[in-house]
């Protein structure tokens, strides 16, 4: 069974730096490509970065490029985000999500919650 | 990239079936058979219910079915029941630079 377990959420302040992780176990961490999506408060569900299963290649959605930094260790079955310059429109519960077997989501953690705020 | 259009409500007696729509471009829904669809219940993760357009994963009940026409990819759940009462995403692959789209969400309540 796909476990993703996320930590790493918190309050902090605009432009401020945190720095999420995921831990994956129940499945072949280092065999398939995973990402964040992120869901604001009341809001609806937005992709934010998508690593490959060997880390060499990366993408993020427009509105964190530049700022957000995807990386895994597979030795360690470990994703992480590090969210850096955050504004307030960041806020949000971050889930990391596995995708094994085609172009969607088949396992999700619980999420992380950061808020940046004053 | 904009998120792809969902009504925001939909609405329908236990029993019944209701179809949620989720409405994108040729560049997204109309440009690849990769929409999913997630049930997510009031402070829970999302849940995978389709995939690839029309596919159900284990263990996701039949009375949930996908298809798609053009830019228009869609949800129908028939025999309603109250668990079934849930918020539902969209999803879909966008190609190499965007990679996946959400739509807005639709709050499917069980009368």
């Known amino acids: 069974e796909v476990q993703l377990l996320e930590s790493g959420g918190g309050l902090v302040q605009p432009g401020g730096s945190l720095r999420l992780s995921c831990a994956a176990s129940g499945f072949t961490f280092s065999y398939y490509a995973m990402s964040w999506v992120r869901q604001a408060p009341g809001k609806g569900l937005e992709w934010v970065s998508a690593?490959?299963?060997?880390?060499?290649?990366?993408y993020y959605a427009d509105s964190v490029k530049g700022r957000f930094t995807i990386s895994r260790d597979n030795s360690k079955n470990t994703l992480s985000l590090q969210v850096n310059s955050l504004r307030v429109e960041d806020t949000a519960l971050y889930y990391c999500?596995?995708?094994?077997?085609?172009?969607?989501?088949?396992?999700w953690g619980q999420g992380t919650l950061v808020t940046v705020s004053s | 990239q904009s998120a792809l259009t969902q009504p925001r409500s939909v609405s329908g007696s236990p029993g019944q079936s209701v179809t949620i729509s989720c409405t994108g471009t040729?560049?997204?829904?109309?440009?690849?058979?990769?929409v999913s669809w997630y049930q997510q219940h009031p402070g829970k993760s999302p849940k995978l219910m389709i995939y690839d357009v029309d596919k159900r994963p284990s263990g996701v009940p039949d009375r949930f079915s996908g298809s798609k026409s053009g830019n228009t990819a869609s949800l129908t759940i028939s025999g309603l029941q109250a668990d079934d009462e849930s918020d539902y995403y969209c999803?879909?692959?966008?190609?190499?630079?965007?990679?996946?789209?959400f739509g807005g969400g639709t709050k499917l309540t069980v009368l």
């Open positions: 999500a596995v995708r094994r077997t085609g172009s969607y989501f088949d396992g």
């Open positions: 040729s560049s997204d829904v109309g440009g690849y058979n990769y």
């Open positions: 690593i490959s299963s060997s880390g060499d290649t990366t």
């Open positions: 999803c879909t692959y966008a190609g190499t630079y965007t990679r996946w789209v």
